[in-house]
C-alpha cells in the first residue's frame, strides 16, 4: 500500500465549500483511478490534513488520466479556497 498525505490551509469561512468539494473529487477519484480511499481530518480551525491511499506509487503517480470532466471543475472550486496545499510525503 502506499499513502500519500496533505495539508490544506483553507480560507477562513470556505470550510464547507472546500469539504463538500473534497468529497466530491475523493468519490471520483476512488470509482475511476482505482485508489484505496481518503479519509481528511481537521488539525485546528482553517487547517486539514487527509490522506489517501492506494494500491502502489505507480498507480498513485499514474492517476488522474481516467477521472469525468466534471472532475476539472470540482478540483478548481477546491482549491479556490484554499491558501495553500502541500504533500507532507
Not at 499514474?62 to 502541500?86: A, D, F, H, Q
Request: glycine share 4%.
Amino acid at each position: 500500500m502506499f499513502i500519500v498525505i496533505y495539508s490544506f490551509k483553507i480560507i477562513p469561512e470556505q470550510k464547507e465549500i472546500f469539504l463538500n468539494n473534497w468529497r466530491k473529487l475523493t468519490k471520483l477519484i476512488y470509482k475511476h483511478e482505482n485508489s484505496l480511499g481518503s479519509r481528511i481530518h481537521k488539525q485546528d480551525e482553517n487547517i486539514y490534513i487527509a490522506y489517501a491511499q492506494w494500491p502502489n506509487s505507480e498507480t498513485f503517480e499514474n492517476s488522474g488520466n481516467n477521472l469525468p470532466g466534471e472532475s476539472i471543475e470540482i478540483r478548481n472550486k477546491m482549491r479556490e479556497v484554499c491558501l495553500e496545499i502541500k504533500i507532507l510525503n
